[in-house]
């Protein structure tokens, strides 16, 4: 005969068991929470108190913020030095979707003074832009003394969304690239400090980060249905960009390539080159705002890269 307090206990034990497994799944499938960018950094010298909890976080990203609260400190002694000489300044941000350019964008203006600094990301055009000069509408958002614009992107969507997507024609597409270099040489000649960043994110990184968006209803608002074919059209996307490296990368407007599959290191690096490109006041010494090479890739070493790797796409980087 079978003793009804064992299976009594054995029941419990299973009950038990199965509780902790459940909680177990339930623990695992909670989000993870992210502390907003900087916090780390703000309270690492704040003693403990029965007011706070310890939260344990990676030492790169601690890193990661002692050396972007560094750098936006310069940023703002930029601005300050822009609106003290009335100086232009000009940037344009290109990539692929996802590439990481609205969060270096944002980083860049954080601290600034809204006053002298405009982020502008035009639409599409309207039914009356659509009958106007194509640089119509990009050119009446330029610089003027002592501002600072950043266009995320720019009139270079006709170099590589609007062939790629069938908005333009070919020709559109060959007149463009022509004319382009002589816009930017004038620009140039005029005064404005023009750079031109292309972010290249990998295709399985692109991939993750398509994928995080659907999940998370703070970024869906990011895709778009351009957005859902940018894996399919990848390598019509491969040779858009060739074209346009090929034809609008010149001395006096060269494109900076920012390799992006690690954003911290992107944003870092791109501001870094920004400030050491430019000079003002009280600007840190060369060495702490050297870039690193294997993110900072210029132009020309971009194209000879392409050239070299056409044939074989797997090795191209996005």
Known sequence: MTDSKSENTVENHNVQTTDAKANDKKHKSKKKIKLAEGIAYRHIHKHPSKNRVPVYIKKEHLEY?????????ELMKLQNQVIADGSRILMLFEGRDAAGK?????????????????????????????????????????????????????????AMVEPVMGFCTDEQHKR????????????VKDGIKLFKF????????????????EKDPLKQYKLSPVDKLAQEYWHKYSIAKFQMLNETNRSLSPWTIIRSDNKKKARINCIKHILGCLDYEGKLPVEELQTDPDYVVSGIDEINHMEENL???KRLHG
């Open 311 to 313: 044939m074989y796409p």
């Open 176 to 187: 463009f690239l022509k004319s382009v270099p002589a816009l930017e040489e004038m620009l």
């Open 198 to 213: 292309y972010f290249s994110v990998s295709k399985k990184e692109q991939r993750r980060r398509f994928e995080a968006r």
């Open 102 to 158: 609205g969060g270096t964008i944002k980083r860049i203006t954080a601290h600034m003074n809204a006053r002298g600094v405009r982020v502008v990301a035009l639409t599409k055009p309207n039914d009356r832009e659509t009958t106007q000069w194509y640089f119509q509408r990009y050119l009446k958002h330029l610089p003027s003394a002592g501002e600072i614009v950043i266009f995320d992107r720019s009139w270079y969507n006709r």
């Open 65 to 73: 913020e002692k050396e972007l609260h560094k750098l936006q400190i």
